[in-house]
DNA sequence: GACACTCTACTCGGATAGTGATTGTCCGAGTCAGAAAGG
DNA sequence: CCTTTCTGACTCGGACAATCACTATCCGAGTAGAGTGTC
């Protein structure tokens, strides 16, 4: 149950995206060099957060990405739902439809309680998720780091060079 | 992040066992037989149940496996974690590093606010889980369904013939 | 009749292929910016 | 000098391989029990 290493490009690279001057789209390829991240990939991640439009995009000379929200209004949730997608982590088949006495028109993901303690606590971790925004993540970094802010604006600067 | 089927499997063959008597084997084919799997996959996970310490394993004719403790002392975690193993669903990576102003001395597991935020939710999902032992879920079954023991345990005696 | 030995059948256990998702890469469609030409 | 057009480069977007974990299977090591022969 490994979750996609996207995931950690996406929090960081939104969360760069929160210092950056808004309405101003910053190209993937310059999100991908500040981790030295493969470009294409990120690209592929940055894609998949437009889909769930959590990023807008903007083709073209001067273009590239941007929150689409404030941050304010974009919580943790969203940034893993749009990468890993929005099925829930514990698979059920519905193996009580092969047991003995099953009935076929019964959905066992409603039924089946082991089923419901896996999505009680699949529940607890989306709720843990969609608590943080990612304002409150900013906000943290800047109390706990506070050059952090500084270093990427510049860094992000010096590679529009 | 899709977790293994087996952890399905193996929710549901434990539970199994709390119904058929204490002290008595069940070989891994007869488990399987109960829904129709393919065996050698679910000694699979038994084997990996057997090596975390949730079920114990008897080789030889009359053999098989049993739980290795009551089912008040076996959380729905164990079981997780004995198939998934024991490290979190979010991977950090430690981009950090490859970022400006990097300390390669740091921990950025620690340091880093973004694995600190996954991780919170990571630990609501093993709480809530963690919560949960096997006998709860037999009492809720027994409750909720009251013929499915007795149905279990037919089946298996059926299934001895 | 009891005991010891052997032998067989049964079980787990780890080593071994097959498959699908994740990872990684590439090139094409679309678009804006800037330069150039004309009024 | 301003406006319009054209060109060109830049960007995203989806289509295309490579790699890895998960899925599935098989056969060997070990064991308990039944059967047999002996005392």
Redesign the interface.
């Known amino acids: ?5 996207g ?3 996406a ?2 690279t939104c ?1 760069n995206l929160t210092w950056l001057p808004t309405g101003q789209a910053v190209p993937a390829a310059k999100l991908a060099a ?4 493969p470009a294409a990939y990120l690209n592929k991640q940055l894609q998949a957060l437009a889909r769930a439009g959590v990023v807008s995009s903007t083709p073209g000379p001067r273009g590239g990405f941007q929150l689409a929200r404030t941050p304010e209004k974009i919580t ?1 949730l969203d940034i893993v739902v749009a990468i ?1 997608g929005p ?1 829930e ?5 519905e ?2 439809k ?4 099953a009935d076929p028109k019964t959905d066992y993901r409603q039924a089946c ?2 089923s419901r ?2 999505r ?3 529940l ?6 969609a608590g ?1 925004t990612l304002a409150d ?1 900013k906000a ?2 800047e109390q ?1 780091y506070p ?2 802010p500084g ?2 604006v ?2 992000f600067t010096a590679l529009r060079a």
Chains 1, 2 share one sequence.
């Open positions: 149950m490994r979750m996609s290493e995931v950690e490009w929090m960081h969360l500040f981790y030295r991240l943790l890993e099925e982590a514990f698979r059920c088949d193996l009580l092969r047991g003995p006495g309680l082991v303690a896996m009680r606590a699949d607890a971790w989306r709720r843990e998720l943080q993540l943290d970094v706990e050059a952090s270093n990427t510049n860094r």
